[in-house]
């Protein structure tokens, strides 16, 4: 009999359930999206905490469906805060710890509490290049998240990043006042990926975003590409936005390798599936050993925390 484990995110985006097993396969790999109206930015807390609990129970039917009869339940992971210090708090992580709780208590099995940035991260380092390592820097860019961490064994710690908006943030903001659905990003990429099929953009109205010991800000980007919006084709903006992305986060890694001296770069997060950012950034990465992982586990999902409650089990 082989064991698994049941794995549990509600973010701010998505509500996801995964079943990984203990020679490290995914069972099931269960995303969907929370609805968003159209023309609005994001959900409140409550909203989205009312959506996970209303889904929640038919993708727990759906991922216990998918459990082959010579695997048993042995743990469940759940994302219980967003980043793994005091005082990280969310609403939307209580839908999931609740119901993982509750199947806890029912199947007899040990419950693990992991914070949502903890799950990205380890989503995107199984099977990767950076999996072994004892010691590198992870990006971790979502809708809400701009952060560079140093990860040392279970030790994260935030090391860089933006001190304003995340570069989720500035994408679903022009996406949607380009009338676009939140959230945008696939769609910024799908464009900017036409209009740069063949090769970067030249010529960049946009300024440059500005890197300063790891540290960038984003509100001026954003503001500027509002101000474009309506004078340039919806595709050249994208492909200029996307480029200031690569820009930035080809020099935050640069600068952060360099003054912590390591070469293992790891992204994750909902940006770093871009396909744009993919094809372009490891040029600009040259000497460093980048990872970008599954664009599967790059968004939010819940393989990451089922993982890592799998270690504490199986390690």
């Known amino acids: 009999m082989y064991r698994a484990v049941l794995g549990i995110d509600t973010s701010n985006y998505k509500t996801s359930v995964a079943i990984v ?15 968003v109206k159209k023309g609005e930015r994001g959900l409140r807390q409550s909203v989205a905490l009312f959506q996970h609990v209303n889904r929640l129970p038919e993708m727990i039917e759906e991922a216990f469906a998918a459990l082959p009869p010579d695997v048993c339940l042995s743990g469940v992971a759940v994302s ?16 999931g710890v609740s119901i993982a709780r509750s ?16 799950g990205h991260v380890a989503a995107v380092q199984y099977a990767s290049l950076v999996e072994a390592s004892p010691r590198f820097l992870s990006f971790h860019l979502s809708g809400g998240t701009t952060e560079c961490l140093l990860v ?5 710690q935030i090391v860089g990043g933006s001190k304003d908006l995340a570069f989720g943030q500035v994408l679903d903001r022009v996406g949607v ?14 464009l900017a ?27 001026g980007i954003e503001t500027k590409c509002q101000q474009m919006i309506g004078h340039i084709d919806d595709k050249q903006l994208s492909v200029m936005l996307m480029e200031r992305v690569c820009q930035a986060m080809a020099d935050l890694a640069q600068q952060l390798s ?33 990872c970008f992982g599954d664009p599967a586990l790059s968004c939010d999902n819940a393989v990451g925390v089922a993982l890592l409650g799998g270690r504490k089990i199986w390690l």
């Open 103 to 118: 199947i806890a208590a029912a199947k007899g099995v040990p419950l693990f509490f992991f914070s949502h940035q903890e």
């Open 152 to 156: 040392e064994g279970n030790h994260i």
């Open 258 to 290: 360099k003054k912590y001296h390591t070469e293992d770069i790891l992204f994750a997060g909902g940006v770093s599936a871009s396909s744009y950012i993919r094809k372009y950034l490891p040029d600009r990465l040259s000497g460093l050993k980048c």
């Open 177 to 190: 006042a380009l009338g676009y659905a939140f959230p945008c990003g696939q769609e910024l990429d799908r």
């Open 80 to 95: 219980s805060r967003p980043r793994p210090v005091d005082g990280s708090y969310m609403p939307v992580f209580l839908a």
């Open 21 to 35: 097993s203990q020679e490290g396969g995914i069972i099931c790999n269960l995303q969907r999206f929370l609805d």
């Open 193 to 219: 990926a036409e209009e740069g099929s063949n090769g970067p953009v030249k010529g960049n109205l946009l300024p440059k975003i500005k890197c300063s010991e790891g540290y960038i800000n984003l509100s």
